[in-house]
């Protein structure tokens, strides 16, 4: 199974910040990547497929990049409805893996 | 606007068996990939299974093949999971989610004595 690296695995940030979150796959997927954002009790929210394409709705203020292994989110301008758990997930291989999560919290 | 309604979770002793429902609508059902996800409560998210549009492939995470069986109704938009010999670790919130881009809110099934 491929595995999915997020680092860190959690952050203390303040509102305004910008934050970036790293996932590492054991192995190249191509851009077979997206981003979620789950707020506790809550369903996922996409974000971000094809490692750096946006889903509709979704402010500009999240950016994905990289292909192959390594992948990176980028927050812009924290406010304080992006603080939340963020996921990576790859869709090359079977089983789809997720990482295991990076917590954003509010400094 | 795409509607994800899950239904079906619940109280199961171990070894006991569970059917998952999840209602669509707001998107052209037959023509969508269909995926089951699960968190454990208070850990992360796990990819449990997903489904052809027309039905003739699935394909399932290993924790879970052989005693889970996704399928689905396309005249009835809607997905199923049914889930057979559960374990205390198949406890979690279970979501229908429409190609992993639309998710449903999640069905609770807790698997205990």
């Known amino acids: 199974d491929i595995q999915m690296t997020q680092s860190p695995s959690s952050l203390s940030a303040s509102v305004g910040d910008t934050v970036i979150i790293t996932c590492r796959a054991s192995q190249a997927i191509s851009d077979s990547l997206s981003w979620f954002q789950q707020k506790p009790g809550k369903a996922p929210k996409s974000l971000i497929y094809g490692a750096a394409n946006l889903q509709s709705g979704v402010p500009s203020k999240f950016s994905g990049s990289g292909s192959g292994t390594e992948f990176t989110l980028t927050i812009s301008r924290l406010e304080p409805e992006d603080f939340a758990t963020y996921y990576c997930?790859?869709?090359?291989?079977?089983?789809?893996?997720f990482g295991q999560g990076t917590r954003v919290e509010i400094k | 606007e795409v509607l994800l309604v899950e239904s079906g979770g619940g109280l199961v002793q171990p070894g006991g068996s569970l059917r998952l429902s999840c209602s669509a609508s707001?998107?052209?059902?037959?023509?969508?990939?269909m995926d089951w996800v699960r968190q454990a409560p208070g850990k992360g998210l796990e990819w449990v299974a997903n489904i052809k549009p027309d039905g003739t492939k699935k394909e399932y995470v290993d924790s879970v093949k052989g005693r889970f069986t996704i399928s689905r109704d396309n005249a009835r938009n809607s997905l199923y999971l049914q889930m057979n010999s559960l374990r205390a670790d198949d406890t979690a919130v279970y979501f229908c989610?429409?190609?992993?881009?639309?998710w449903g809110q999640g069905t609770l099934v807790t698997v205990s004595s």
């Open positions: 989610s429409h190609s992993l881009n639309d």
């Open positions: 997930l790859q869709y090359s291989f079977y089983p789809r893996t």
């Open positions: 707001g998107f052209t059902f037959r023509d969508s990939w």
